[in-house]
């Protein structure tokens, strides 16, 4: 992963107060995805987990039944 140097801009009305930010679009994106990420763990919360063997199991099935496609 690249370093970056953040560099937000702010956008101040006459007394200097902050009242937006300015962000490079490839960090806004990224600020997004993390958005989207957080939303699906907040969703997910209740849901039961699930153990690796039964995931493994899981993805093979789904494996053959695209084979068979």
């Known amino acids: 992963m690249k370093m970056e140097m953040i560099q937000e801009q702010y956008i101040v009305d006459t007394k200097g107060k902050k009242l937006?930010?300015?962000l490079s679009f490839a960090r806004y994106k990224r600020l997004m995805e993390d958005l989207h990420d957080l939303a699906k763990v907040a969703e997910r919360r209740n849901e039961q987990p699930v153990s690796l063997e039964e995931m493994k199991r899981y993805v093979r099935?789904?494996?053959?039944?695209?084979?068979?496609?």
């Open 20 to 22: 937006g930010v300015i």
């Open 61 to 69: 099935h789904r494996r053959e039944v695209y084979r068979m496609l």
